[in-house]
C-alpha cells in the first residue's frame, strides 16, 4: 500500500538503481487512492505446547524450558496476558539488546513418562498504517535510541560487505530524504531477489545470486538500512491464513528505527497486495514472536541426564487459537 511518493521511488530504484525493468505491484495508490485500511483488531491465543518424553528410570528433577513471548511494543499487537499450566517455577527474564522476553518454566518429570506442559499468549493484533495511525495502542511509542549492535553487520545481515555499501552508496547520491532512503531499501530486495524457497543464506548471497525467500528479503532490507545509517532488525513470526499450527515461526520480516519509532517492514509481502504489508503497512495476519534472530526457544537438563539408559527427547509444537481461549 503504497502513497504517490512511493511509487516514484520504485520507479526511480529500478531505474537509477538497478537498472532493470520495474515490477509493478498492484496497490490502491495506483489510482489516486491512499486512504489507511479500516482499523480492525482481533484477539488471538498464541499456544506453546512444550512435550518432555523421559524413557528412563530415573526421575529430572529441575528441568528447565526457556520459550520466546511474542514481543511487545510492536506497532501490530498487544500482549494481553501469559498463562500456563502448573510448574513448580516460573519467570519472565529478557533476551540481550531489546530483542524480546522469554519465559522460563521449571518442573519435575517422573520417569517413563511424557510431560505436556502449555503457555498461552493472549494477544491483540491489529491492522496499522502509518501515518495515520498516531493514537491508541497500535501506534508506536517513541523509544530512545537503540542499541549500537543494530548499526553492525552480523550473521546473515553483512552491512559491510562491498556489494551491500556499493547499493547503500547508490541509494545515498539518489536520494537525501531519509523516508526516502529508507523506502528505497526497501523497494530495493523486492526488485533483484526472485522468490524462491532455501535454507537461510542472508542478504549477500541475495545480492550476489538474485534470489531467496522471506528471510533474504528481510536480511537485505536490514543490511542496508545499517549500511545507511538507520539502526535495523530482522522478525521471527508466525503468518497465518489458513494454516495455524507450527513446529516453529514460518515467517521473517525487519524493523527500522526512524523518527524516534520502530517501524515495521515486510519487503516480502509487499510483492503480493492481498497480504496487506509494506513499509509501515501491515494486516492482522500475523504474530511477532521475537527479533534480532534470537532462538524460538531453549532448555536445561540437570547434570547426568544424558548419560542415562533409556531416551530423552523435546519436541515444540505452537497453535493459534480464534479469540482468547480458556488454559
Not at 503497512?281 to 531453549?298: A, F, T
Request: aromatic residues 10%; charged residues 25%.
Amino acid at each position: 500500500m503504497l502513497n504517490t511518493r512511493g511509487w516514484q521511488v520504485v520507479r526511480q530504484v529500478a531505474i537509477l538503481l538497478l537498472g532493470i525493468p520495474l515490477l509493478v505491484l498492484s496497490s490502491s495508490a495506483e489510482n489516486g487512492d491512499s486512504s489507511p485500511p479500516e482499523k480492525v483488531v482481533n484477539a488471538y491465543t498464541l499456544v506453546a505446547e512444550i512435550a518432555i518424553d523421559n524413557g528412563t528410570d530415573i526421575p529430572i528433577e529441575g528441568y528447565i524450558h526457556r520459550v520466546a513471548i511474542p514481543v511487545s511494543g510492536h506497532m501490530q499487537q498487544y500482549l494481553v496476558d501469559i498463562r500456563s499450566d502448573t510448574v513448580s517455577r516460573r519467570a519472565r527474564k529478557a533476551f540481550d539488546h531489546e530483542a524480546g522476553e522469554y519465559l522460563e518454566l521449571e518442573w519435575d518429570v517422573p520417569a517413563n513418562t511424557k510431560s505436556v506442559k502449555h503457555v498461552y499468549f493472549d494477544l491483540l493484533v491489529g491492522a496499522y498504517h502509518l501515518p495515520e495511525n498516531e493514537d491508541g495502542w497500535i501506534a508506536l511509542s517513541r523509544h530512545p535510541l537503540p542499541d549500537a549492535s543494530y548499526l553492525k553487520p552480523s550473521k546473515f545481515v553483512e552491512s559491510d560487505a562491498e556489494e551491500i555499501q556499493r547499493l547503500a552508496r547508490h541509494i545515498e547520491r539518489s536520494y537525501s530524504d531519509p523516508e526516502a532512503q529508507l523506502r528505497a531499501a526497501y523497494l530495493t530486495p523486492q526488485q533483484i531477489i526472485q522468490y524462491r524457497r532455501q535454507p537461510t543464506r542472508g542478504a549477500l548471497y541475495a545480492v550476489s545470486a538474485r534470489q531467496g525467500d522471506c528471510t533474504e528479503f528481510s536480511a537485505l532490507f536490514v543490511a542496508l538500512a545499517r549500511a545507511l545509517g538507520y539502526p535495523a532488525r530482522m522478525t521471527s513470526e508466525f503468518l497465518f491464513s489458513e494454516k495455524r499450527e507450527f513446529s516453529q515461526p514460518n515467517h521473517h520480516a525487519a524493523e527500522v528505527y526512524w523518527n524516534e519509532r520502530w517501524i515495521p517492514v515486510d519487503a516480502n509481502l509487499a510483492l503480493d497486495p492481498d497480504f496487506g504489508y509494506g513499509f509501515g503497512v501491515g494486516e492482522n495476519r500475523k504474530i511477532v514472536l521475537n527479533r534480532n534472530s534470537v532462538w524460538v526457544w531453549s532448555n536445561l537438563f540437570p547434570r547426568g541426564v544424558s548419560k542415562r539408559r533409556g531416551e530423552v527427547s523435546v519436541r515444540m509444537h505452537w497453535r493459534i487459537l480464534e479469540g482468547q481461549g480458556e488454559g
